[in-house]
């Protein structure tokens, strides 16, 4: 035994096999010399009844100064009941966030992991999370160690995808060609959002003991705020009726017509199946929105539309596709080929419906029915009583939606209560669309209207 210098070290053997040279003024610390030729610092211990060794470093990245200094301090940690050897190793072992993501996916797609009201997350909804997962949070922070993971490291993830360090051009299944995956403000809150619901997941998994992405301030979306304008809804009206002249767009300019005239998602009204229509009952009745089952007043133009498409309709839903019975699926790629560069470039389906309820709001109908109208969560309690206020509902969705359709024909009226007869509400809603059509021929022609 001797002690460990710089010139021991140096002049130390090189051996057919791994040996130890043991320092003789430290108990425990020493230099492992190995067959390569390559030496690191250690120590040597008992605990928990076993013989651990716990390496510092190499030499030349450490002397063996700064290696004794380090040796102490792991030795005073022993002494004080403490395991070095045991937490480096589960500290190799600790999981990355890509590992946490594996995890968070399977148990999703197991339906272990509830959404909104307690319900397992849609299939739309876990394949809109694996993509964030896919192309942001893993290429941002896949490598990095959970347990590690500061809120400054969450805040980065933020306004790195806000800059638009994960955009990237990617083959999709559904789109022909390339998807571009954009940042933004609100991709940016939502993918956040999303890491911190695999932060929390990781908390009750006993994984980490608190979620770093609490408290993070995230940026609002301005989508959100965005609605249509009334000569905004005349510009959509024009482009829509130029549209619906080439063929190739006709299904989706029914489709966007009916979203702006009921509010619905727009997956919900591209899967919307017959069964679902009740036009009896004027309402949608949808088995699976994201808010679980939902039932949706409609008015009367959306339920004559309905009734008329029904005569010649074959299949199973109200929008059908290219295949033996699957729902419309280019809707994506049309609207994108007939917004891009026109004077609603930034309009998004959700902006229709954003709008549907604010032109509700403006004809002052309360949150609630308007919550009852596009089936928020916050009408779930109206939803319940659904039967004993579909009177009040059906005559505000006939308001709604027949003041939208003449805002997207180009023509204004005045707000009309319709009543609930069949009947009744067909004869109004005739005469109010003759009134408009004729106030409109009246302006084409420069006639000045009555007062």
Request: proline share 3%; glycine share 8%; charged share 30%.
């Amino acid at each position: 035994m001797t002690k460990l210098t710089k010139r021991v070290v140096d002049a130390a053997d090189v051996r057919e096999k791994d040996y130890f040279i043991w320092d003789d003024e430290l108990p425990g610390f020493g230099l492992r010399v190995f067959a390569s030729g390559k030496r690191s610092y250690l120590i040597q211990y008992r605990a928990l009844g076993r013989t651990r060794r716990y390496t510092i470093g190499l030499h030349g990245i450490w002397t063996p100064e700064t290696a004794r200094q380090e040796a102490k301090a792991q030795l005073g940690r022993v002494a004080r009941g403490d395991n070095p050897s045991e937490e480096r190793q589960l500290d190799h072992q600790a999981m990355t966030v890509k590992e946490l993501c594996t995890l968070y996916l399977k148990d999703l797609k197991a339906g272990l992991i509830l959404g909104k009201g307690g319900r397992p997350k849609k299939a739309t909804t876990i394949v809109t999370d694996t993509g964030r997962i896919e192309r942001h949070i893993i290429p941002l922070i896949g490598a990095r160690r959970v347990k590690d993971l500061t809120k400054a490291d969450i805040n980065k993830v933020l306004k790195d995808i806000m800059a638009g360090k994960t955009r990237v051009s990617v083959k999709t299944k559904k789109l022909r060609g390339k998807a571009i995956v954009r940042g933004g403000a609100g991709t940016a809150t939502r993918t956040v959002g999303l890491l911190g619901g695999i932060l929390t997941y990781a908390v009750d998994a006993g994984i980490i003991d608190r979620n770093p992405a609490h408290g993070i301030k995230k940026p609002k979306d301005n989508v959100r705020k965005r609605r249509l304008s009334e000569a905004e809804y005349h510009t959509l009206g024009n482009m829509l009726r130029e549209a619906a002249e080439n063929e190739k767009y006709a299904m989706t300019v029914e489709i966007v017509r009916q979203i702006a005239l009921t509010g619905c998602r727009r997956s919900e009204m591209i899967s919307l199946m017959w069964s679902e229509a009740d036009t009896e009952a004027s309402c949608l009745r949808l088995e699976d929105s994201k808010e679980g089952e939902s039932i949706r007043p409609i008015g009367l133009p959306v339920v004559e539309y309905l009734e008329q498409r029904r005569e010649n309709a074959k299949g199973t839903y109200v929008f059908p596709g290219q295949g033996e019975d699957n729902a419309f699926g280019s809707f994506p790629n049309h609207w994108e080929q007939l917004f891009k560069d026109s004077p609603l470039a930034d309009v998004t389906p959700h902006v229709l419906r954003h709008s549907f309820a604010s032109i509700a709001n403006d004809l002052g109908f309360t949150e609630v029915t308007i919550a009852a109208l596009v089936g928020h969560a916050k009408g779930s309690v109206t939803s319940k009583y659904i039967h004993t206020l579909d009177t009040a509902l059906i005559m505000a969705a006939d308001t709604i939606s027949g003041y939208i359709q003449g805002l997207l024909d180009g023509v204004e009226f005045k707000q009309t209560a319709y009543a609930l007869d069949r009947d009744s509400r067909k004869q109004a809603l005739a005469r109010f669309l003759n009134n408009a059509a004729k106030g409109a021929e009246m302006q084409r022609e420069d006639i000045p209207l009555a007062a």
